[in-house]
């Protein structure tokens, strides 16, 4: 074996090839020529063994080449089928909307931060109450929207497997989404206590939280109205209560005002004091006498058909964004399979 370096490889491929006749059931040697094979079968091995090498080399050349050539051919039919342009289209897309998420999501982290450094709510004095901080929720928000839109932005453009992490995820929030829709609507009989206990709460903290202010200031302007039900009800307030020192006793804040700007241009912050001990008959000159809570819904009721709509967009974008998402990994299954096979396939004529 060691003066004839290619005897074996010839021998190996002559049993591979057996091998594969038989299974084809065609007999290496014809019938009549059984009883002379056997004898002259090691003669006719060394006699052309460099003959048959080559012929050997070039059969499995050619076979490699056709193999290559039919796998090159799966790839390239792939890659110019319509299907292949639309996933293209979808890619990009879905690039382009969850980049634009991503941007979204870091204005509103950075603006959340902003309004937390500008309040000082990092000072040791204040850090007890930043849990109730609006702007910690613009913070959350925006944190949540800018990594799950970089994890979906990265994951199109790799195509890698970060698609189906950011797949699951949207797929939760839109559970989520479905399930709190139900529970509003079950529970709307209750929401009313809800939005009133909530917004009592915050007229405690008015003159507290420049937030809490700034949000009831512009509910009040907004809608034009006073209290959660009626104006009176600023009274639980330390500072308008008429048993109060201080000058805003018996007073509404100055957003209750139907004409808040003195001289048009001027804020009067003192446009609400005393507003408490007017009769209706007399206040409503001054101020606006009807609750909060009455008008924010018949502002609900006026635009349920807009919010009804906007809800079915937001879903509807995260249905689609699921969708681009599925298909795209069904692309990389795909591929995978292909690169597979295609491994496979390119191993086994090598020998």
């Known amino acids: 074996m060691g003066r004839f370096p290619s005897f074996g ?28 094979a056997g004898g002259t079968s090691a003669v006719l091995y060394l006699a052309t063994h460099d003959s048959s090498g080559s012929q050997t080399s070039s059969t499995l050349s050619s076979h490699e080449e056709s193999t290559r050539a039919s796998s090159r051919n799966v790839f390239t039919s792939r890659a110019f089928s319509p299907s292949s342009w639309s996933d293209y289209i979808l890619k990009y897309l ?12 870091l204005v509103t982290l950075v603006v959340g931060l902003w309004g937390l450094i500008n309040k000082e ?13 609006p702007m910690l929720l613009f913070m959350f928000l925006g944190l949540i929207l800018a990594l799950l839109s970089l994890m979906g932005c990265v994951g199109a453009l790799r195509e890698n497997m970060c698609l189906r992490t950011f797949s699951a995820i ?45 949000i009831i200031d512009e509910i009040q302007t907004g809608l034009q ?18 048993s109060a ?31 408490q001990q007017l009769d209706e008959f007399s206040a409503q000159s001054v101020i606006f006498l009807g609750g909060c809570l009455g008008s924010i819904s018949r502002w609900i009721n006026q635009h349920s058909g807009v919010i009804v709509m906007v809800v079915i967009i937001l ?33 086994g004529v090598q020998y």
Not at 121 to 133: C, H, L, P, V
């Open 245 to 275: 020192p201080g000058v805003q006793a018996c007073g509404v804040p100055p957003s209750c005002c139907i004409d808040p700007l003195e001289n048009g241009t001027v804020w009067n912050s003192q446009c609400g004091v005393g507003a």
């Open 94 to 105: 879905l690039i382009t909307s969850t980049l634009l998420f991503t941007v979204l999501g």
């Open 121 to 133: 709510s990092f000072a040791q004095e204040k850090i007890s109450g930043i849990g109730t901080d």
């Open 170 to 214: 949207i797929l939760v929030l839109l559970e989520v989404q479905v399930l709190a829709v139900a529970v509003l609507y079950s529970l709307q009989g209750q929401i009313e206590n809800y939005l009133r206990s909530g917004m009592l709460a915050a007229m405690v903290r008015y003159q507290d939280d420049l937030d809490l202010r700034f």
């Open 315 to 347: 879903l509807g974008v995260q249905i689609l964004t699921l969708f681009i998402t599925d298909r795209l990994l069904q692309k990389i299954r795909w591929i995978k399979y292909l690169q597979t096979a295609f491994y496979n396939a390119t191993q």
């Open 9 to 36: 490889r010839f021998l190996f491929f002559w049993e591979r090839r057996n091998h594969f006749q038989n299974r084809e059931n065609k007999p290496l040697i014809p019938k009549g020529d059984v009883n002379n």
């Open 225 to 242: 109205c006073c209290g959660a039900d009626t104006y009176r009800d600023w009274g639980i307030n330390v500072y308008f209560n008429c």
